[in-house]
């Protein structure tokens, strides 16, 4: 993780990115934009559940399924390829996230750097619009709270994957290393940075299961061993 190895490809990536940014812009402004909505919508959906029945909250980790597959297809199938109508996704991220951070030196200096971390704000009010339907129609068949739990999920996770990534990406990983997952996700996440891998492999951001479902994971182990991995590379397969 040295930045005396980053390559001057990625050096002059980040100098000519930094230009671009605006002046205007403020890490923790945007960090607490995307925090503000995430825990509003939290906070409103959660109140309008009212005694859901054991069945209703069944929908906690069918969505938690769904979201894991989700975040993985969107990654391999959008993030890496040049989609038409979505070539923005594959712009910010193969040719500019994936320039800026190499696993030679994948950790920001500044929080002038959040800006190529985290999403733009309106990506996450795109993300809760896409939950509605799936809501309003448990909604419509009787299952009002199982709607709202799933909305409740839904942006939970969201919250979980910028906060994971943010992780992955810290300068400083002395208290990073030491909690259980996120370490995980950040040894997985740093690999998939390595640009021979990044096209097949390691596309979960918050817990690596549908990489290891998928088989699209540099590690050879169980579920288990992947989530609690760590920073080990024990389990590593040659690429
Ligand atoms: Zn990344
Ligand atoms: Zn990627």
Not at 22 to 39: M, R
Not at 127 to 153: D, K, Q
Request: charged share 15%; hydrophobic share 50%; proline share 5%.
């Amino acid at each position: 993780m040295a930045t005396a190895r980053m390559t001057q490809r990625q050096q002059l990536f980040r100098t000519d990115f930094r230009a671009k940014v605006a002046k205007a812009y403020n890490g923790w402004l945007h960090v607490t934009l995307i925090a503000a909505i995430g825990l509003a919508a939290i906070w409103y959906c959660a109140r309008q559940v009212t005694h859901p029945a054991w069945y209703e909250w069944l929908v906690v980790p069918v969505a938690f399924a769904i979201s894991n597959v989700f975040e993985w297809w969107i990654h391999k199938y959008v993030m890496h390829r040049p989609v038409r109508g979505l070539m923005g996704i594959y712009r910010r991220h193969t040719l500019a996230h994936h320039q800026f951070f190499t696993d030679v030196e994948p950790t920001f200096d500044t929080a002038r750097d959040f800006r190529i971390v985290f999403f733009p704000p309106y990506a996450l009010v795109a993300f809760i619009v896409l939950s509605i339907p799936p809501a309003a129609i448990l909604n419509a068949v009787g299952f009002g709270n199982a709607g709202w739990l799933l909305l409740v999920t839904n942006v939970a996770l969201y919250l979980n994957y910028e906060l994971f990534h943010f992780c992955c990406h810290v300068k400083d990983d002395s208290l990073v290393r030491r909690i259980p997952l996120v370490n995980s996700i950040r040894r997985h996440h740093i690999a998939h940075h390595d640009p021979v891998i990044m096209m097949t492999r390691n596309f979960n951001l918050t817990y690596p299961v549908a990489d290891w479902f998928f088989d699209t994971s540099d590690l050879k182990c169980g579920l288990v061993s992947h989530v609690f991995n760590g920073y080990s590379d024990r389990h590593v397969r040659l690429k």
